[in-house]
């Protein structure tokens, strides 16, 4: 059991390095060092609890891995590969399922073990399976794992009903390795796309488009293991921006573009914030208590739903009501009932909250239902008198290296417990 004490402090000030986005970028592009035999060196991959499930799934297939710095690692995909990521592994992280379209496309077959619901929403995998389908996989789900087998993948056009990241990604990975060309419309548009497709490229593969709703891949016969340095994370960025608005404060953060993040700017910028560009980074300061703004999540470039719990937090003690929307996951707000026992008074039924802002609000023992909305509650903490406690602080530990050092060394009351 792990847990997290927050009390209100001071301001925050100083200038933090933001992290490799490991969670949400890093194990993608492992999971895609599958389609190559060799080995690819992987740089700004900070250890967080998903990476080390990751790595199991790419052992459990065939892998070595070998660490070479604190956040640097080689990966050896020479071998021969077993191409079934076990249930024991896939139940503990969603991204496992990244490997479904690297494996059937590399080895012509692929079982994976179903990952289910968990804390945010139902998250479905019908538009990974039907665009693995269109490009000629016959897949067979039973006894909770998807079977995935083919001769040779064939591109295809797939339209997505929603531009879903890991649909997107997973086929991306998949027709890399295809006969002929393969375009996906309603692609997601993340960054983390964008991050990928160099790093596959760079493998030889010929992507074109990402970054954009329409990606276009030309199959190779076969891609060559190539390095990678991992972007940095712009969920980890947002949080300290929202910490800065809770607290207050005066904050530089070095490794990480505005651009990836305009949303979260133009909304902390409309709260009354002041948030800027550097040559390397971003520079933000709150010198007033923050007035509310509606929110609506949208994917890339909309509002990210990662942030929206942190906004929560903010709107919590702002000037103001705010109404937010969640419009890409189906039960991402149900965290707020935590927030609600710290004082904050927030009405929420189903997509929908209303947050109507306190001066202050008041420490309490909370629960984190997931990583984001774990740090929310650390965030809220920063505002509340007294002693917030976070348990089940696990959960943020899967997606963040050192929120807690990091809020620390930028004046935050926040430690272990
Ligand atoms: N969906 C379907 N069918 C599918 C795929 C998705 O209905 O086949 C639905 C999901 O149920 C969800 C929506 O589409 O309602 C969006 O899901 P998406 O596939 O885009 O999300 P994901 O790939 O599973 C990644 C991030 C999430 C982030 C979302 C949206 C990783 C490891 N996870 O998830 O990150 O919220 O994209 O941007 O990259 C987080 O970091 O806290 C987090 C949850």
């Known amino acids: 059991m792990t847990a997290v004490r927050v009390r209100p402090a001071g301001p925050l000030v100083g200038t933090v390095k933001v992290s490799g986005a490991t969670k949400n970028s890093g194990l993608k592009q ?52 077993q191409p079934e990521a076990p249930y024991e592994l896939v139940r503990q992280m969603r991204a496992s399922i990244n490997v479904l379209g690297p494996l059937v496309a590399r080895c012509g077959e692929a079982r994976v073990a179903l990952p289910g619901g968990d804390n945010i929403g139902s998250r479905r995998l019908d538009m990974h399976f039907r665009g693995l389908e269109a490009m000629g996989a016959e897949l067979t789900v039973e006894h909770g794992f998807v079977h995935a087998r083919c001769n040779a993948l064939c591109g295809a056009r797939i339209v997505l009903e929603f531009p879903s990241v890991g649909a997107t990604e997973n086929l991306l990975t998949a027709a890399v390795l295809a006969k002929g060309e393969t375009v996906i419309e309603n692609a997601a548009r993340e960054p983390e796309i964008t991050d990928l497709t160099a790093f596959l490229n760079r493998m030889g593969a010929h992507v074109l488009g990402a970054g954009t709703s329409t990606i276009t891949i030309e199959g190779v016969d076969e891609l060559v293991a190539a390095d990678t340095e991992i972007m940095g994370d712009r969920i980890e960025a ?63 470039p909309g509002f990210a739903t990662d942030f929206m719990p942190m906004a929560v937090a903010v709107l919590a003690g702002s000037i103001g009501t705010g109404i937010v929307t969640e419009n890409v996951f189906d039960n991402r707000l149900a965290f707020v009932e935590e927030l609600a026992r710290m004082g904050a008074d927030i009405r929420h039924e189903g997509r929908h909250a209303v947050v109507r802002g306190r001066p202050r609000l008041s420490g309490a023992p909370v629960r984190a239902f997931d990583v984001r909305a774990g740090a929310a509650l650390a965030l809220a903490g920063m505002k509340a008198d007294g002693e917030t406690i976070v348990h089940d602080w696990h959960h943020v530990d899967r997606g963040y290296p050192d929120l807690v050092g990091a809020l620390s060394s930028l004046g935050a009351d926040i430690e272990r417990v």
């Open 238 to 300: 947002g949080t300290f921006l929202m910490a800065c608005g809770i607290a207050g404060g005066e904050v530089e953060l070095v490794g990480v573009r505005l651009e990836h993040l305009e949303m979260v700017g133009v909304k902390l910028g409309d709260m009354g914030m002041r948030v800027s560009p550097t040559p390397d980074g971003i520079w933000a300061q709150a010198t007033e208590p923050l007035r509310a703004v509606d929110i609506a999540t949208l994917p890339y």
């Open 30 to 81: 492992l999971a895609a060092a599958l389609l190559a035999s060799g080995v690819t060196h992987v740089r700004n991959l900070p250890r967080v609890r998903d990476l080390d499930v990751m790595l199991d799934v790419l052992r459990a297939v065939g892998a070595t891995v070998e660490w070479t710095a604190e956040d640097a690692l080689i990966l050896d995909t020479s071998g021969p590969l």
